[in-house]
């Protein structure tokens, strides 16, 4: 099993422009979250999912972002429009619901 | 408020010292409690829980509601003990739903 694979590891873009992560969870596990990595603030929860489901995204900073789960094996976390303050790596993590998650290798974002 | 607090951004130590990786936490219900590790260009992955009170790669952390603390203990690094460690609370029963430390890098110098 590959564990949980980010897609892109490293994304570069211009403020304003629409950025999307993406994440496949590892095959059985119902639970997905979706993280944040920043020098201020650390390891931050942003939203989520159980059985493909949004249970808690109250994590989310604001309205530009957003994070979908349109199968079991699949979700996209979007910045749009995307700004500098955004720059951080994001985390995806998935669970068998047991009391362990298992973290993909993140996505490093730079927004200039 | 529900938090966890490593207070040590940096701790480098010699091969063979102890190490103790500190961790206090706030939360009003029953914590489940973790030690996560990232070490260079790998993956965040579990190290330990307390609830398994287990002894993984010779670390162990004991949960102490008294003072509120989990911190994580090796009586010998090792130079491949070199991380970052990162000490997390469980919030309810989804062991994803993680409120994370700062985390603390652990240099271990030959």
């Known amino acids: 099993d590959a564990g949980v694979i980010q897609s892109p590891r490293h994304e570069v873009t211009e403020m304003g422009q629409e950025v999307t992560l993406r994440c496949k969870p590892i095959?059985?596990?119902?639970?997905l979250f979706w993280y944040r990595q920043t020098m201020m603030r650390g390891l931050e929860l942003l939203i989520y999912?159980?059985?493909?489901?949004?249970?808690?995204d109250s994590g989310m900073p604001e309205d530009r972002f957003s994070a979908k789960m349109p199968n079991a094996s699949f979700s996209t976390l979007k910045i749009q429009p995307s700004e500098p303050r955004d720059s951080a790596v994001y985390f995806c993590?998935?669970?068998?619901?047991?009391?362990?998650?298992?973290f993909g290798q993140g996505t490093r974002l730079t927004v200039v | 408020a529900q938090r966890v607090t490593q207070p040590e951004k940096l701790l480098s130590v010699f091969k063979g010292a102890p190490v103790e990786l500190k961790c206090n936490y706030s939360?009003?219900?029953?914590?489940?409690l973790f030690w996560y590790v990232q070490y260079s260009r790998q993956r965040l992955q579990l190290l330990l829980r307390?609830?398994s009170r287990e002894s993984i790669k010779g670390f162990t952390a004991d949960l102490n509601k008294g003072e509120t603390s989990f911190h994580l203990k090796k009586p010998f690094a090792q130079e491949e003990d070199s991380a970052m460690y990162y000490c997390?609370?469980?919030?309810?029963?989804?062991?994803?739903?993680?409120?994370f430390g700062q985390g603390t890098e652990l240099s271990v110098k030959p």
């Open positions: 993590a998935s669970s068998p619901g047991s009391l362990e998650a298992f």
């Open positions: 999912f159980n059985n493909n489901v949004p249970i808690d």
């Open positions: 307390h609830i």
């Open positions: 997390a609370l469980s919030r309810g029963n989804q062991g994803g739903k993680l409120i």
């Open positions: 095959s059985g596990h119902n639970s």
């Open positions: 939360y009003s219900g029953s914590p489940e």
